[in-house]
Structures are given as structure tokens and as C-alpha cells.
């Protein structure tokens, strides 16, 4: 085996052919590190790395890099979001270095939502490179040790580039080229947006294995349990690009009171195991959002503890 | 064109109240196309300033003006003789308008009557809808004679973004998604292949981000 891209933990559990298993943690609205050290706490030991979002839905929060050195510092691996909306190239550069040097190896590429989203609508946005460009520019800094301006970096930041794909989003037909660009562009792994239409994530897994993708980059499928009937209606009508059944939405209506819950996680546990056998699925990205105490519960349940240690 | 957008009638009132003789000036190039800032539009509001004016027991002398275009000084030095009877200008043309003539008469107190909204066309009578972001070094033709910068909202050259839903953008559904049109463009015309290449980061030096823009041709200066 070759000499590893980062070195990072998610990076030596995917080369090792571990079913990787990855958590999430949005950094608090303030500087509320206790609340963020105990979010992260129940994420100890059951995920093989942490993605620290950036702005998500473009509301202000800690930093990406700031909240995913605190995981550091709790033993937890970040992999560390950066959003395109809210830097240009200058900025870029210079965060990829500071978060490599201060210990973060897994960097996880997005345009980032629109700030018409979040709480400042009223903010400029930078879009200066988007999502595709953004990665290659983390590979071009690791692998050619070059800035985008072709100049020489003073040692190369060594990170294990991610990048998101929504298989739902249309149009369909596109989207799994989209994912070949993003991987051709250098990266080394990809996140997908959480998945609720298995049918329809089973026929993009099928393009994907016919191009080949999966053996050229590790892909995770995106889970998020439905913790409330509200919530999935949320999704399904309110959030961009997510698709979700009506059979689910009647499923979880149709658990009763007090169990929506349950068969919100019972939903993402068979998911689990049925990305477990399918091919060219190398691992689960949960993204139990405001949900972290469930972590353990969820993963223990789907058979995925203890983490592989590499 | 340049597209504008009146001002409200209340924020122009609210900003020229310190003078009793304005001159409204129009614009016959875009603004007129656009049906903002024409002789039929300095009319419209002129009269709406006076009538104000009167209710507020305040009198306003309320003049009419409409230039070939105020993005020119050849038209602009025509203000020179009528502007003596005036305090101030309410200028409905795009925002070059205003700076023009302010730069001409640097005596005379300036408002703008209209707020220039961007560079592009009417879909329908009506309906006009942005097409350009002057970037300086147009692209169209990688994306199908689409323009991504201007009409994404996020200006990505390597879209659609995951927030694509159902031909419409993540920011509204009022807006389209540009990409989702593009792709269905380029794959109807078969160029997957070209939509599949990477578009490396574009050099912003010729927008606005290099600066404020300036463009000397020499065969035309004299």
C-alpha cells in the first residue's frame, strides 16, 4: 500500500477497507465551548472522524478551524468544512495552512449555502472559487506544493480532501458526472447529502460503480434519523435538494405518539445495513443534527463499535 | 440595457425638501427602453413632486428635462442654460446619470431618482431579468451562450450546486436554476464532455474586483 495521502485516521480506516462510520458537530452560536466539548463528547469513540461545518445554512457560529481544534484537543478527529460563500482565495490558502499546521488533516470542500438562508442575508458573498475549485486547490497545495498562483508553498499542508454530492438534486442525469468532476479534481473522499429515497440512491451508486468512481474515491452515504414527523416534513418541503419519500413520511406518521422517534432511527439503521452490502458504499457519514447523545446509541446499534483503530 | 427601478416616491420627496426648484432629468437610452427614466417617466414624476409639494404647503417649481443620454457630455453640457433656473436635479437615468452631471456642475445638488438595478433584458413587456455581471472576459460560450456568474447565485462555474431543486435555485423559487438550464442545454446539444471538464478558478482581474475600470482606445482619441 501506498504511503498515505494525510495520514489521518479516516484516511487509514478507508484504506484499510473499514466500513467508516463519521459523525457531525455544528459549532455553537457563540463561545460556548463547554456545550461544544460535551456535543462532542458522546461522539468519542463511536465515529472515526467529526465533520465541523462551516456557517451552516449561513448562520454565524465559531469558526469551522477554532471548533474543530477543541475537538482535537478532546481526542476527536475533525474533518474540518470550509464554505466558498464566505472566503475568497486569499483567505483559503491561508486557512488551509493554518488548520493543517495546527493539526487538522481532513478538510471537507463545499460551495456553501446562499446567505439569503441565514441570519445575515443583508452579507456580500465571496463565492471568489466554488466547491470543484476548491478542492483542487487543496490538492494542487498538497500534491504539487503549489499556491493557485503557481507559487511554491513553504511545506505542503498534507490533508485528506473531502467533498460532498446530493444524488437527488436535479438534474439526476447530471449528478453523477458531477461526482467524477469533483473526484477528478481531487477528491479523496465524498460525503453524501443525507439520503432518504433508497431507490433513488441505489440507481446513482449504480452509475457511479459502472464509471468506476468508487475505486477511485471512498464514498459515505449520508444518514439523518427523523426525530419528529415535523422534521421530516421540514426536509422534504423546506430544504433544497432533499428528497424524501412520502412512504417514509407516512411510516413515521404511522408509529404513534411518543415513537416517531424510534422509527426515525429504526429508518436509518436499516439504511445502515443495507449500505453495509451495497456496492461501492465505503462508509456512513451520520449527521445527527442536535441529536449527538443518540451517537452512541445509534452506532452501537448498527453494529458498527468499536471503531477499528489502524 | 441597464435595468432601473423608481425610487419610492416618499424617499425622493424625503431627500430633494430642502429645495423649492428641482429639475427632473430623463434619459433616452435604457432607462427609457426599461420604462423608468424617460420623457413619459419625468413627467409622471415631476407632477407627482409638485402635487407633494403643494400638500405639504411647500412651493416646488418643478422642471422637465429629457437628455439623448446622460452617459455622454456631449448631451450633458445641454443642461448648462436650463440648470440657472434650478437648485437641484433629480436624475431618473441609470447611476451614471447623476454622476455626470454632478461632474459637469459641481454647483449643483444632485438626487438620484432611481435605483439601477443590473445589465440585462426584458424577458417580457414587464419582466426584465439579469443577464450580465460585466466580468469583463465573457464566457458565455462554455456554458451553453449561458452566463453562470451573473445568473447563479452563487457564480459557480463548475454547477449545479446541491441546493438545485426542480429547475429552480436554492435562494427562491422565483429564481431559476441557471444550471439546471445549462446542463440541459449542453447535454441536449451533446456536449457532456465539455460540461464534464473542470473550469479552473476565473481571474476576477478584469471585474470590479481589479479595481474601478477605466478603457482607452487610442484610434478614438483624439
Redesign the interface.
Known amino acids: 500500500m501506498s504511503e498515505y495521502k494525510s495520514g489521518s485516521n479516516l484516511e487509514k480506516v478507508l484504506r484499510a477497507g473499514h466500513f467508516a462510520f463519521t459523525g457531525e458537530c455544528g459549532p455553537p452560536q457563540g463561545a460556548n465551548v463547554e456545550h461544544l466539548r460535551e456535543k462532542a463528547g458522546h461522539l468519542k469513540g463511536c465515529v472515526d472522524a467529526v465533520n465541523v461545518t462551516d456557517n451552516q445554512t449561513a448562520v454565524v457560529r465559531m469558526s469551522s478551524w477554532a471548533a474543530s481544534l477543541i475537538l482535537l484537543e478532546e481526542g476527536l478527529e475533525p474533518n474540518f468544512q470550509m464554505v ?2 464566505d472566503r475568497n ?1 486569499l483567505a483559503i490558502q491561508s486557512d488551509i495552512l493554518g488548520a493543517y499546521s495546527l493539526g487538522i488533516r481532513n478538510m471537507l470542500c463545499l ?4 446567505q ?2 441565514g441570519n445575515h442575508p443583508e452579507a456580500k ?1 465571496v ?7 476548491l478542492i ?2 487543496v490538492k494542487k497545495m498538497r500534491d504539487e506544493g503549489k499556491f ?1 498562483n503557481e507559487q511554491e508553498v513553504d511545506v505542503p499542508p498534507r490533508l485528506f480532501v473531502g467533498a ?3 444524488p437527488f ?3 439526476f ?2 449528478r453523477v ?2 461526482l ?2 469533483k473526484i ?2 481531487g477528491a479523496d473522499f465524498i460525503q453524501t ?1 443525507c439520503i432518504y429515497n433508497m431507490d433513488k440512491f441505489r440507481e446513482f451508486m449504480r452509475r457511479a460503480v459502472d464509471m468506476g468512481l468508487h475505486e477511485k474515491c471512498h464514498i459515505l452515504a449520508g444518514v439523518t434519523p427523523m426525530k419528529s414527523v415535523g422534521m421530516a416534513l421540514y426536509m422534504a418541503k423546506q430544504v ?2 432533499m428528497d424524501v419519500p412520502d412512504s417514509l413520511i407516512k411510516r413515521l406518521r404511522g408509529a404513534g405518539k411518543g415513537k416517531v422517534a424510534e422509527e426515525g432511527i429504526k429508518f436509518a439503521l436499516e439504511q445502515i445495513e443495507t449500505f453495509k452490502e451495497m456496492e461501492g458504499v465505503a462508509g456512513v457519514h451520520l449527521m445527527a443534527i442536535e441529536w449527538e447523545h443518540k451517537v452512541p446509541e445509534i452506532a452501537e446499534r448498527a453494529g458498527v463499535l468499536p471503531r477499528p483503530s489502524v | 440595457m441597464i435595468v432601473a427601478r423608481q425610487k419610492p416616491i416618499e424617499e425622493i420627496v424625503e431627500m430633494t425638501q430642502a429645495f423649492h426648484k428641482l429639475l427632473v432629468v430623463g434619459c433616452k437610452g435604457c432607462v427609457t427602453v426599461c420604462n423608468v427614466g424617460g420623457a413619459k417617466e419625468v413627467a409622471i414624476l415631476a407632477s407627482a413632486l409638485r402635487i407633494s409639494g403643494k400638500r405639504n404647503g411647500r412651493e416646488v417649481v418643478v422642471g422637465e428635462h429629457t437628455l439623448e443620454r446622460q452617459c455622454d457630455p456631449e448631451y450633458v453640457d445641454e443642461l448648462k442654460d436650463i440648470l440657472e433656473d434650478y437648485e437641484a436635479v433629480v436624475s431618473i437615468a441609470c447611476g451614471v446619470g447623476p454622476q455626470f452631471i454632478a461632474e459637469r456642475y459641481p454647483a449643483v445638488r444632485v438626487f438620484p431618482g432611481v435605483n439601477t438595478q443590473f445589465m440585462g433584458g426584458a424577458e417580457e413587456h414587464g419582466i426584465w431579468s439579469e443577464r450580465c455581471a460585466g466580468c469583463g472576459t465573457c464566457v458565455v460560450h462554455y456554458f451553453g451562450g449561458v452566463c453562470p456568474i451573473a445568473r447563479c447565485s452563487k457564480s459557480l462555474l463548475n454547477g449545479p450546486c446541491g441546493g438545485s431543486n426542480n429547475g429552480k435555485c436554492e435562494i427562491s423559487n422565483d429564481v431559476d436554476c441557471i444550471w439546471d438550464i445549462i446542463v440541459t442545454r449542453m447535454m441536449e446539444q451533446g456536449r457532456l464532455k465539455e460540461l464534464i471538464e473542470f473550469k479552473p478558478p476565473k481571474s476576477w482581474a478584469t471585474a470590479r474586483d481589479g479595481g474601478p475600470r477605466r478603457m482607452i482606445r487610442e484610434e478614438l482619441v483624439e
Open positions: 466558498c460563500r482565495r460551495s456553501g449555502d446562499h439569503s438562508f458573498n463565492f471568489d472559487i466554488d466547491s470543484m475549485q483542487y486547490t493557485l460532498a454530492s446530493n438534486a436535479e438534474p442525469d447530471f458526472y458531477r467524477a468532476k477528478a479534481a447529502q433544497p435538494g
